[in-house]
């Protein structure tokens, strides 16, 4: 059995490493999207303003994607470092696609930023212009087949248990792709990569419009980012509404931590707009309701009700006991695969086998035979993720999402009205609001992840059964050097990207593209002109 301080710090290490990743990844989902969109407009219409405008963007999206790709790698190599039970469990769906991703996605994605950025001299603006939009098309397949493999995760469905191998094996790829949780999960993410990149872009080109440097293409890129991004929040939200939905039904207590729960209500149900909840005590230690307004936002009716904690520990208890005779036929089969009387009790318990694997983790020497109610009340708590936590994450990110969209709402108005430079004040919050974004979108990521405790596999993989083996010393010093090597990497790209902001546009008008020393580098009548000039 795997120590419980080694699973924490497995997951520790995890963790920081995904929200390290996604740092990058959405910056990278929505701004390559807002450069096709300039060079769309570059393109049909003929304006030099906004070929320079997709150049300083694409040059911005390669430092960005460079460090991200770094990132990713690494995270993904966790799997077999760290949790290589889950790797050996869901290896023939998840690997499945995650390999899809990569040959797809990735490849693409990868292989075309290269030219987008450098082939500007070397593709007709036609051509050019497929290249970007294929640049933007992998990136987000690359999203959608990791939130399609992150949502079996979520809600497993498309692969059968098999109880002598211990493997989750694909049986409908179909319906492992068209997961509802995926779908939803996907929109949402997405569009919150495209609000990322529209309140960065606002935010630089409010920075140029304050020092009065490159007006042409920071009043131009505000106007696009403003417009991309109101549609985008809008999006966002909606999409959030419908995901609480989709969840509502597939994670019952991920719900409960996000409402912080406890105890069953009558509808309409209120909602907790602030609350201190106590896991130990099992309720809020103060709160804050407004009436009604729970029923409605997740039933969509005033006559809707959520189970509470106490009803799903008590719905645990039961699968719990339900699930200890599948582990049980589960261990004779791996003596006797063919043994039919452990394989009709297996069938009989499969449904709840999860629940069985949770409750081994307080089993004596993890002999099932020997647990006792005591434990099988400790095992039914833990399926209440960490309330507080969950509970404060998902009320930062709404409040974020609103603030953004008030700020959209006031930035589009400005800029269509061609008012925004009037308005320093507001563009000094514009760069302000920089930082908005990443935090909604890692607050979303602690609400999906520590939702879904203690499950790898939501009721399927509990998650002290999924990790490796390793030494506590060997995980403290995986762990820091995790932290410190992406730390290295976040200093890199906030160097890399304030040197290139600093820099600007090059070719655009007061910019140093004008100087000509940077023309030599791609016009070699321009290195004569200079050599002239300087004689």
């Keep these: 059995m795997v120590d419980d301080l080694v699973v924490d710090l497995s997951r520790l290490q995890f963790a920081a490493t995904a929200l390290y990743h996604f740092l990058f990844v959405p910056l990278t989902l929505g701004l390559s999207f807002i450069i096709a969109v300039m060079e769309t407009i570059y393109v049909t219409t003929g304006r030099e303003v906004y070929r320079h405008m997709a150049q300083f963007w694409g040059k911005l999206l390669l430092i960005n994607f460079a460090l991200g790709v770094a990132t990713g790698l690494t995270m993904e190599f966790q799997f077999g470092m760290n949790w290589s039970y889950y790797s050996s469990f869901v290896g023939d769906t998840f690997g499945t696609l995650l390999a899809v991703e990569g040959l797809m996605a990735f490849f693409m994605e990868s292989t075309f930023i290269g030219l987008m950025v450098f082939g500007w001299n070397r593709l007709s603006k036609a051509q050019h212009l497929v290249v970007t939009y294929l640049v933007a098309l992998g990136s987000n397949l690359s999203a959608l087949w990791i939130l399609v493999a992150n949502s079996f995760m979520q809600h497993p469905q498309g692969a059968v248990f098999n109880p002598v191998t211990m493997r989750m094996e694909l049986s409908s790829f179909s319906a492992l792709f068209f997961n509802p949780d995926a779908q939803a999960k996907f929109v949402h993410t997405v569009l919150a990569g495209y609000v990322t990149a529209a309140i960065f872009v606002c935010g630089v080109s409010a920075f140029y419009m304050l020092r009065k440097r490159h007006m042409e293409v920071a009043r131009r890129s505000f106007r696009v980012a403003s417009l991309f991004g109101v549609l985008g929040t809008a999006g966002v939200l909606t999409l959030g509404d419908a995901l609480g939905y989709v969840g509502a039904h597939t994670q019952p207590s991920k719900l409960v931590a996000m409402e912080a729960l406890w105890t069953a209500e009558e509808a309409p149900m209120a909602f907790n707009a ?177 939702g879904r405790q203690p499950w790898s596999v939501y009721e399927v993989l509990p998650t002290w059964l999924a990790a490796s083996t390793h030494s506590v010393a060997y995980m403290v010093f995986s762990v820091a050097g995790f932290i410190l090597l992406y730390t290295i990497f976040i200093v890199i790209e906030m160097f890399l990207m304030l040197r290139a902001i600093r820099k600007g546009p090059e070719g655009a008008e007061g910019g140093p593209g004008n100087d000509p020393t940077l023309r030599v580098a791609v016009n070699p009548a321009a290195a004569v002109s200079h050599v002239q000039s300087r004689s």
């Design 274 to 450: 602030i609350a201190f909840p106590s896991q130990s005590e099992e309720r809020n230690l103060w709160e804050l309701q407004v009436p009604a307004l729970l029923s409605i936002l997740v039933t969509h009716s005033l006559d809707g009700t959520l189970p509470a904690a106490d009803e799903l520990q008590e719905k645990a208890k039961v699968r719990i006991r339900n699930g200890v005779p599948a582990v049980q036929a589960m261990q004779r089969l791996s003596s006797d695969p063919h043994d039919p009387e452990a394989l009709a009790q297996f069938e009989a318990h499969k449904a709840d086998v999860g629940y069985g694997l949770l409750v081994q983790r307080y089993a004596p020497e993890g002999d099932l035979t020997r647990i006792t109610d005591a434990d099988v009340t400790r095992a039914a708590k833990d399926t209440i993720p960490e309330v507080w936590v969950i509970f404060w994450s998902f009320r930062v990110m709404v409040a974020a999402g609103l603030l953004m969209l008030g700020f959209f709402v006031m930035a589009v108005f400005l800029t269509l009205t061609r008012q925004v430079e009037q308005y320093p004040r507001f563009l000094r919050f514009t760069v302000w609001m920089i930082p908005v974004p990443f935090i909604a979108c890692e607050a979303g990521w602690i609400v999906a992840e520590m």
